[in-house]
T-cell receptor
Framework: QKEVEQDPGPLSVPEGAIVSLNCTYS??????FMWYRQYSRKGPELLMY????GNKEDGRFTAQVDKSSKYISLFIRDSQPSDSATYLC????????????FGKGITLSVRP | DGGITQSPKYLFRKEGQNVTLSCEQN?????MYWYRQDPGQGLRLIYY???????QKGDIAEGYSVSREKKESFPLTVTSAQKNPTAFYLC???????????FGPGTRLTVT
């Protein structure tokens, strides 16, 4: 079982839709959870950073972490064509030897 | 403007030649990282450095070398020993090892 699994996609939705992106993980030591957005041929951009379980909201984006189920989600409300990108989940444990483990990413296309 | 710069954006080399990719940050971050991104494979860690004059191998270090002589700079050399060097290379930095990472714009290396 891979440490981090992400729905492979691609995903296509109409403008204005609510988008749900998900990742599951197997390592119970993960405590820090991130979502990155990557436009084509660009570096990933940090969207959301959360610690442990719970929800975090930032504008149209909500990150949700359920450590008991080892499941994280990113919700995008009122999706826009500018949200079309690849979304990567990433997570790490704590301590100097922890490393960031990434999902493979899912490509989202928002149709006007 | 604070951030991470990578140069060049595109790099072409002949097989058998070593090539060095530049990464500079002015965020005053202690930790720096090199990743490789291939289609369908997500990000894979090549090397990381937590402090000046110290660096550690990541998951796929074979055929690569790094140096960390200055806090701001973490160049990556792709040697002729790297069997499949054509890829998108991403540099990142973080305040400390377990913190969220910020990425540069990437260098696309093509070896023929």
């Amino acid at each position: 079982q891979k440490e981090v699994e992400q729905d492979p996609g691609p995903l296509s939705v109409p403008e204005g839709a609510i988008v749900s992106l998900n990742c599951t993980y197997s390592n119970s030591a993960f405590q820090y959870f991130m979502w990155y957005r990557q436009y084509s041929r660009k570096g990933p951009e940090l969207l959301m950073y959360t610690y442990s379980s719970g929800n975090k909201e930032d504008g149209r984006f909500t990150a949700q972490v359920d450590k008991s189920s080892k499941y994280i989600s990113l919700f995008i409300r009122d999706s826009q064509p500018s949200d079309s990108a690849t979304y990567l989940c990433a997570m790490s444990g704590s301590g100097a030897n922890s490393k960031l483990t990434f999902g493979k990413g899912i490509t989202l296309s928002v149709r006007p | 403007d604070g951030g991470i710069t990578q140069s060049p954006k595109y790099l072409f080399r002949k097989e058998g030649q070593n090539v060095t990719l530049s990464c500079e940050q002015n965020l005053n971050h202690d930790a720096m990282y090199w990743y490789r991104q291939d289609p369908g494979q997500g990000l894979r860690l090549i090397y990381y450095s937590q402090i000046v004059n110290d660096f550690q191998k990541g998951d796929i270090a074979e055929g690569y070398s790094v140096s960390r002589e200055k806090k701001e700079s973490f160049p990556l050399t792709v040697t002729s020993a790297q069997k499949n060097p054509t890829a998108f290379y991403l540099c990142a930095s973080s305040i400390a090892r377990e913190d969220e990472q910020y990425f540069g714009p990437g260098t696309r290396l093509t070896v023929t």
